[in-house]
Every structure is written in C-alpha cells, then in structure tokens.
C-alpha cells in the first residue's frame, strides 16, 4: 500500500444517507420559511457540519433557526434512515478487502456520533467499525473545510498526514484533505468531478477503489 491509513467520509462513500438527508433538509428549512431545494441542500450543506445551516440561514437572513432544528431534524433523518438507509453499493467489500490485508482505517465525519453509529448499525457496518475507528467533528473545533477533523483522526490512529489517503464525496471534505497535506480520492457517484476540484484522484464507483489504493502515489 502507497498509504498506511485509509480515512472514509461517511455519508454518501460508506452509507448511502446524502439523499435521505438533503431531501429533508431541503423540506424543513423551507417548512420554517427558508425555500430550499433539494439542489440547493446539496450545493450548499452535503459534507459539512450542521453549524454550517446555522451559519449560511443566519448570514443569508439575518434570522436564526430555532434551538430545537438539530435534534428536530435529525429526529427525522434517523426515522427515516430505519427505513430506507443502505451501505453504499461495494463499500461492503471495500472494507471486507481492506480487513483481509491487514490495512488500518477509520471514519471521520462532519455527521455527529450518533449519526454515525445510526447510519453504521441500520446498515449493519458497525461490524468494521468500533469506537476506535470513528471520528466526528464533534471531536474537534471546527468541522471541514478545516483540516482539523482529519488531522485529528490521522493523530489519534497513529499515522503521519502525509500517509493517508482520504476518501471523499463532497467539495467541503476535499478541501479538508487537502488543507490536511493528504491525498484525496474523489467520489464522484454524486458530486461532479468539477466540484471535487483539488483530488488527488477521482473515481465513479466502489468497485474501482481497491485497484485505486493500490496505485504508487503520484
């Protein structure tokens, strides 16, 4: 391995929640008067922390979202996510691979712990993934585009920046990456390739990252 540590995302590269989750965010910002795509969700908050609603709602109009949103809204994801949340299609022996090489990795998400342990016992990944492998911007600062989180997991498994390769889905989390001085490989299932601007690599399906990781850095 060119690497010694593999970091995923996790929404949208290890469960497949970017679609769950911006479509009901798109409905309760514009239920509480904000109009809001589902377009307009994903351009704007796919990959980031939900201080960043916070902070573009305020910033855009001056109002603040009420001091419920965060638990109102994810009171819905997660009902949700028990009825429709799968892995993302390949991730499985993505993981099942990386296990049987002995190659180290873990998850840092701008979601919140319970998030992410929601998402990983629904879709039954909880199996590759115990308290050790998973990391939130809960645990840090700042949540990307600031390398922080990144970094942070990078230090608490045992690895130097600079030899883990980062594996991502949104704009925000490329940049994090890369502010971080790691490589980046972009998802690009539902982000175009133009918005990942930064990645190392980029890559269109599951199926295609083990070969991926195996690549000599470039």
Same mark, same amino acid.
């Given at each position: 391995?060119?690497?010694?540590?593999?970091?995923?995302?996790?929404?949208?590269?290890?469960?497949?929640?970017?679609?769950?989750?911006?479509?009901?965010? #798109? #409905?309760?910002?514009?239920?509480?008067?904000?109009?809001?795509?589902? =377009?307009?969700?994903?351009?704007?908050? %796919?990959?980031? #922390? %939900?201080?960043? +609603?916070?902070?573009?709602?305020? =910033? /855009?109009?001056?109002?603040?979202?009420?001091?419920?949103?965060?638990? +109102?809204?994810? #009171?819905?994801?997660?009902?949700?996510?028990?009825?429709?949340?799968?892995?993302?299609?390949?991730? +499985?022996?993505?993981?099942?691979?990386?296990?049987?090489?002995?190659?180290?990795?873990?998850?840092?998400?701008?979601?919140?712990?319970?998030?992410?342990?929601?998402?990983?016992?629904?879709?039954?990944?909880?199996?590759?993934?115990?308290?050790?492998?998973?990391?939130?911007?809960?645990?840090?600062?700042?949540?990307?585009?600031?390398?922080?989180?990144?970094?942070?997991?990078?230090?608490?498994?045992?690895?130097?920046?600079? !030899?883990?390769? +980062?594996?991502?889905?949104?704009?925000?989390?490329? !940049?994090?990456?890369?502010?971080?001085?790691?490589?980046?490989?972009?998802?690009?299932? %539902?982000?175009?390739?133009?918005?990942?601007?930064?990645?190392?690599?980029?890559?269109?399906? %599951?199926?295609? $990252?083990?070969?991926?990781? $195996? /690549?000599? /850095?470039?």
């Amino acid at each position: 391995m060119p690497h010694d540590l593999v970091i995923f995302d996790n929404d949208g590269v290890l469960v497949d929640s970017e679609p769950i989750s911006n479509r009901l965010l #798109a #409905a309760y910002l514009t239920e509480l008067g904000h109009p809001t795509t589902y =377009e307009d969700s994903i351009r704007d908050y %796919m990959g980031s #922390a %939900m201080h960043r +609603v916070h902070d573009l709602v305020r =910033e /855009r109009t001056g109002q603040r979202l009420p001091d419920d949103f965060d638990d +109102v809204f994810h #009171a819905r994801v997660f009902a949700e996510f028990e009825r429709e949340l799968k892995p993302v299609t390949g991730v +499985v022996d993505v993981l099942e691979k990386l296990c049987a090489d002995g190659v180290p990795y873990c998850v840092a998400s701008s979601g919140s712990h319970e998030r992410i342990r929601v998402g990983h016992r629904t879709t039954g990944l909880d199996r590759w993934f115990d308290d050790a492998r998973i990391f939130s911007s809960q645990d840090v600062g700042r949540g990307k585009p600031a390398p922080d989180l990144f970094l942070h997991a990078a230090e608490r498994m045992g690895f130097a920046p600079e !030899r883990c390769v +980062v594996v991502e889905d949104s704009p925000l989390g490329v !940049r994090a990456a890369v502010a971080a001085g790691m490589d980046v490989y972009g998802f690009t299932a %539902m982000t175009p390739a133009a918005r990942l601007i930064g990645a190392t690599r980029l890559f269109s399906g %599951m199926g295609e $990252l083990p070969d991926l990781l $195996l /690549r000599p /850095r470039s």
